[in-house]
């Protein structure tokens, strides 16, 4: 990405990172279509997260927010456990917190 950038005079540019993480129903309702979310933990998801954030501070300047999708769709009043976006979300159906929501909360700022 960044060659390229450098290529066309983009290199002083940020490109963020939108809709970014990792889906994690091991061990709950898994949605048609999103089988290897089985394959990831919540455990998992927290630290792919981490890892992924602090290697991109470590060697992509030209990251600038990361943004992880999501926050709270598991939330949403009426939404099925197995729906696809749940298994993205930091926290859980009753606003408990995903490991992801506590490792990333705790990354220095």
């Keep these: 990405m960044r060659r390229i950038m450098e290529e066309h005079g983009d290199w002083a540019k940020?490109?963020?990172?939108?809709?970014?993480?990792?889906?994690?129903?091991?061990?709950?309702?898994?949605?048609?279509?999103?089988e290897y979310c089985q394959l990831v933990s919540e455990?998992?998801?927290?630290?792919?997260?981490?890892?992924?954030?602090?290697?991109a501070r470590a060697h992509w300047?030209?990251?600038?927010?990361?943004?992880?999708?999501?926050?709270?769709?598991?939330?949403?009043?009426?939404i099925a456990p197995d729906h696809e976006m749940v298994g993205w979300s930091a926290l859980r159906a009753d606003w408990s917190h995903r490991p992801v929501y506590d490792a990333v909360k705790g990354l220095p700022k």
């Design 43 to 55: 455990g998992d998801q927290a630290a792919y997260t981490v890892r992924a954030i602090e290697y």
């Design 61 to 78: 300047p030209w990251v600038g927010p990361m943004l992880l999708w999501n926050l709270n769709y598991a939330t949403v009043p009426g």
């Design 14 to 34: 940020q490109v963020w990172l939108t809709e970014f993480g990792w889906d994690s129903c091991a061990g709950g309702p898994v949605p048609a279509g999103y």
